[in-house]
Structure formats: C-alpha cells, structure tokens
C-alpha cells in the first residue's frame, strides 16, 4: 500500500469498509490511515493486528485524535453465555479450565484443540512477537513462559527467574513487560498500606488465557487428573474478572494481599464498590476473613467457589 492518494482512493473507490489485517505489516501504516482518515471521511477503516503493541507504535503519533482502539482479548464468559442459564453455562467449564477460551479452540472439536493451541503458541508468541522485538535469546522467552506457568497463583521472585534463566535482571523484566504488552499475561500487585508485616515487594503473574498456559507446560488432562486444579481456578477466576472489567470499562484496581504472618486473600478489588477481598477455592471450603483484614482495612470479603463463582463473573455481563 502506498501513500499516494490516487492510488489510495482507487484502491478503495466503491468501498465504505476498508479492512486491513495484520496491519503492523504494512510500510507506514500509521501515515495511510492518516491519509485514509482526512482525505476519505465517508471511509470506515479497521485495522487489526496480532502485535497490538507494535501496531500501537507504528499508529501512535499520525493518528492522535483519529483513532479508537479496541482490544480483543479470548472470549469472556459473557460472551459465551448468551442463550444459556447458568447450569448450562457451568457444564462448559471445565472445558474452558483446561483449553482456554481462544474462538477458535472454544468452537473446535476436543481432538482439535491441542493442535490449536500448538498453531497459536509457535505462530503468534514465539514468532509474530520474536520477528517484531529484538530478542537475542528466543529459547528462554520459552523457558519464561514455562516458568512462570508452573509458578500461576504464586508470588513470582524476578531474582529467582533470572538464576534459573542465566539472563539479567533487566531482561527478565523486559521479556515480562513484552509478554504483559502482547496479551498473555498479566501481573497483579500486592495490595499494601505500608504496615510491616505486609508482603509488598512481589507480583503473582497470571495468563489471559488458561489454555495457553496448560499448553506450554504440556498438561491438557482434565480436572480430575491434574495436580494443580486449584492454581488453574485462581487464574481462571482472576482472568475472567480482568475481562469483565474490562469490557464494562470499570474502574477498578486489582491487588492480592498477604503478610509476613500468614494473612492472605486471593484477590483483591478497590473501586467504586470500595475495597473488596476474594478468596477463591473451588470446592465448597469454608473461608474465615483475616482478623488483620477485617481490623485494619474493614473492607469486604466474599468466599468464591464452584457454587457461586457465576454471580460474581456475570453480573451486568447478560
């Protein structure tokens, strides 16, 4: 595509939808929307890309003012739900639990989906986002990934990654901040007022897609023959929430908290609602709130389990 905007104008004459895939590609893309958007105002233009952080770059400047941007995550449960009750929503769980919500894995056949999976790991984060940074070492941007999907759910030390990756600090963070800008996963801070007994210093990690990460640490056996079952419901529970939020454009920051002496709570929400504790299992365990949470913060605090995850992830989804 170039600039010139006769031939722009006689590529698209006739047309009142133009869309350009994998837009990042294209020479300048950033200067022809701009060209398309101020010299064919009755053209609409969606230009999508795999790299949304590199298309964002090669956009940013000649379309301030100009653009509206959408990110389009794997499905939400909200999205899927239309049509269902919430019984036949649940029978769709596990599914979702140990492949992800992808569109096209969602919609496949179960013997399909590995193969799904394996195409969306090796052609889009291990070679769109390679091909679009300058990483020096691909096979520990793997090893990353693979540690950090064994480590869902955990406090995540960057000092122990880099040990085990032979790489430095500052590539660590780099290779997290790249994986965290590509949509695959995601930090949640600790929550902390500054008492002394507050972890504070520490991120848990979690994947926008559970499928993704089972995938990578080549475990796609169902719940009933997994290990790890609690770990993959945290970041479930957490991820479908991030989605949710997100697409109601709710304000709201998302935390976990614990302390030196044992105190935790899973997640944590302060927003509109005010400041709000979860602590999610899935079987039916009772949970008591920490007497530090309920003395100190006198937030809210709400068990989340198998029975009852569906009122939190669907309201106002429907």
Same mark, same amino acid.
Request: proline share 5%.
């Given at each position: 595509m170039q600039r010139d905007l006769k031939t722009l104008s006689d590529? &698209?004459?006739?047309?009142?939808?133009l869309i350009i895939d994998e837009a990042q590609r294209v020479p300048d893309i950033g200067l022809v929307l701009k060209v398309l958007y101020d010299e064919m105002p009755h053209l609409k233009v969606i230009a999508t890309g795999s790299s949304s952080f590199d298309l964002a770059n090669k956009t940013a400047e000649p379309l301030t003012g100009r653009k509206q941007v959408f990110h389009l995550l794997p499905f939400a449960l909200g999205e899927i739900a239309q049509g269902m009750n919430n019984y036949e929503l649940d029978q769709k769980i596990d599914d979702a639990l140990v492949y992800g919500l992808y569109p096209e894995v969602y919609t496949s056949s179960t013997s399909q989906k590995r193969n799904i999976l394996g195409d969306i790991c090796e052609s889009y984060m291990f070679k769109d986002i390679l091909q679009l940074t300058t990483i020096k %070492? &691909? *096979?520990?941007?793997?090893?990353l990934l693979r540690l950090l999907a064994f480590q869902v759910g955990q406090q995540v030390s960057v000092n122990e990654l880099t040990q085990k990756l032979s790489l430095n600090r500052e590539t660590v963070e780099r290779y997290i901040d790249l994986l965290e800008k590509s949509f695959v996963i995601f930090r949640l801070?600790? %929550? *902390?007022r500054n008492l002394h007994n507050e972890v504070s210093k520490m991120d848990k990690i979690f994947f926008y897609d559970t499928g993704i990460r089972n995938y990578l640490i080549d475990?796609?056996?169902p719940l009933d023959q997994r290990i790890d079952t609690g770990n993959l419901w945290e970041n479930f529970i957490v991820a479908e929430r991030r989605k949710q939020l997100f697409y109601q454009q709710k304000n709201a920051q998302c935390f976990f908290w614990r302390t030196y002496t044992g105190s935790e709570i899973d997640y944590v929400e302060e927003g509109e609602n005010g400041l709000n504790g979860f602590e999610i299992k899935i079987s039916k365990t009772k949970a008591r709130i920490p007497k530090l949470w309920q003395d100190e913060y006198h937030g809210g605090y709400q068990l989340i389990n198998r029975s009852n995850y569906l009122d939190l992830l669907m309201e106002g989804m429907r």
């Open positions: 590529l &698209t004459e006739g047309y009142q939808l %070492y &691909t *096979s520990k941007i793997r090893d801070p600790a %929550y *902390s475990n796609l056996k």
